[in-house]
């Protein structure tokens, strides 16, 4: 591995000059990858995998939309795709992506078929980690590996197409064949990985779930919700209020801060701009690290784990779940931006 500085930090990562993709396909060419799950992660894995000359194959439950989108995504059944334990019996290595709800209702019908040798892979450390409420122990004898590519399923597959690549951090829960480490690296550097970095199961699972709650998806739409009420209250346009909340911010600001950094956009703007944004950042920080303190603590503690796996076992969940989507798709704010994306100059004919 390499050793690179991030910041004042030392860390070692896996880049595809030390583990290149020929290394990946020599590590993987006697097994048979079997991806269960075709929603999220899965059909940007399995593409990615597929393209890059290793042997998969789908489990999917039949007549589902997951298992026609496999169909539609060149998968053939009884040939690359079968039903969820038919897949399981026939691969080396088990990549279990379903969501986490579905691995703990699938796990018993899953577990036989992990005899002597075979892998467990995961791209979340959720069931081995939270185990006493998932009740996910895999057998002593197989290897237990992660690969969590840091983003969705659908950017894995955008960025390998542009031949670039999507982060993924790697861990190993269980080494049982000695060749756990490499099974991980040549499955990160396979589905598309720009560069693998270390972690635990535990340490993935703690910070993925604060993140989805945090920056990644929920303070992010409760700021922004919060300044465009503020805005409209004020007396500003739904045009105006939206373009200077959520426009400006992800189709001019956010892809500076990722291609440069928020140092380098800081430089770059206005001394205005400039001057209140680093005042006022110490305000917002200070606002939201006792929430932040809050969202970690009850990751920690599984209760985020307790509340997913509840809501998931709901019968009538799926109802709620859409019914909330829809309150927030008909929010003033996100109905501006219907009407914003459409004005943009790629959507006018």
């Given at each position: 591995?390499?050793?690179?500085?991030?910041?004042?930090?030392?860390?070692?990562?896996?880049?595809?000059?030390?583990?290149?993709?020929?290394?990946?396909?020599?590590?993987?060419?006697?097994?048979?990858?079997?991806?269960?799950?075709?929603?999220?992660?899965?059909?940007?894995?399995?593409?990615?995998?597929?393209?890059?000359?290793?042997?998969?194959?789908?489990?999917?439950?039949?007549?589902?939309?997951?298992?026609?989108?496999?169909?539609?995504?060149?998968?053939?059944?009884?040939?690359?795709?079968?039903?969820?334990?038919?897949?399981?019996?026939?691969?080396?290595?088990?990549?279990?992506?379903?969501?986490?709800?579905?691995?703990?209702?699938?796990?018993?019908?899953?577990?036989?078929?992990?005899?002597?040798?075979?892998?467990?892979?995961?791209?979340?450390?959720?069931?081995?980690?939270?185990?006493?409420?998932?009740?996910?122990?895999?057998?002593?004898?197989?290897?237990?590996?992660?690969?969590?590519?840091?983003?969705?399923?659908?950017?894995?597959?955008?960025?390998?197409?542009?031949?670039?690549?999507?982060?993924?951090?790697?861990?190993?829960?269980?080494?049982?064949?000695?060749?756990?480490?490499?099974?991980?690296?040549?499955?990160?550097?396979?589905?598309?990985?720009?560069?693998?970095?270390?972690?635990?199961?535990?340490?993935?699972?703690?910070?993925?779930?604060?993140?989805?709650?945090?920056?990644?998806?929920?303070?992010?739409?409760?700021?922004?919700?919060?300044?465009?009420?503020?805005?409209?209250?004020?007396?500003?346009?739904?045009?105006?209020?939206?373009?200077?909340?959520?426009?400006?911010?992800?189709?001019?600001?956010?892809?500076?801060?990722?291609?440069?950094?928020?140092?380098?956009?800081?430089?770059?703007?206005?001394?205005?701009?400039?001057?209140g944004a680093l005042d006022w950042r110490h305000k917002f920080r200070a606002a939201a690290e006792p929430v932040f303190e809050e969202l970690y603590n009850s990751?920690?503690?599984?209760?985020?784990?307790?509340?997913?796996?509840?809501?998931?076992?709901?019968?009538?969940?799926?109802?709620?779940?859409?019914?909330?989507?829809?309150?927030?798709?008909?929010?003033?704010?996100?109905?501006?931006?219907?009407?914003?994306?459409?004005?943009?100059?790629?959507?006018?004919?």
């Open positions: 591995m390499a050793k690179m500085k991030f910041g004042n930090v030392e860390e070692e990562v896996v880049t595809r000059e030390e583990f290149p993709l020929v290394k990946a396909q020599e590590t993987l060419a006697s097994e048979v990858i079997a991806i269960l799950g075709y929603g999220v992660q899965g059909p940007g894995q399995a593409l990615n995998l597929r393209d890059n000359g290793v042997k998969v194959i789908i489990g999917q439950r039949k007549g589902t939309p997951s298992w026609e989108k496999a169909m539609q995504d060149g998968f053939v059944p009884g040939e690359t795709l079968f039903e969820l334990e038919e897949a399981a019996d026939k691969a080396t290595i088990i990549m279990y992506l379903l969501s986490d709800a579905g691995q703990k209702m699938l796990w018993p019908q899953i577990k036989p078929h992990l005899t002597k040798g075979k892998a467990l892979y995961f791209s979340h450390g959720f069931s081995i980690v939270f185990k006493d409420q998932t009740e996910i122990v895999p057998p002593a004898d197989i290897d237990v590996i992660l690969v969590a590519p840091k983003g969705s399923g659908r950017s894995l597959r955008t960025l390998f197409l542009q031949k670039k690549g999507l982060n993924s951090s790697f861990a190993i829960f269980q080494d049982a064949t000695g060749k756990a480490k490499d099974r991980a690296l040549a499955l990160g550097i396979a589905i598309g990985s720009g560069f693998l970095f270390p972690t635990t199961f535990e340490k993935e699972v703690l910070s993925d779930l604060t993140g989805e709650r945090g920056v990644l998806m929920g303070a992010i739409a409760g700021l922004m919700e919060a300044q465009f009420n503020l805005l409209r209250k004020k007396g500003h346009s739904p045009s105006e209020a939206f373009n200077e909340t959520v426009e400006e911010a992800t189709q001019s600001l956010y892809p500076l801060i990722g291609e440069n950094g928020m140092d380098w956009m800081f430089a770059n703007c206005s001394t205005t701009a400039q001057r990751v920690a503690t599984g209760n985020e784990t307790r509340i997913v796996l509840e809501a998931n076992s709901n019968p009538d969940y799926k109802n709620k779940l859409n019914k909330e989507l829809e309150e927030m798709a008909n929010q003033e704010i996100w109905q501006a931006g219907k009407t914003v994306r459409s004005l943009r100059p790629e959507r006018q004919k």
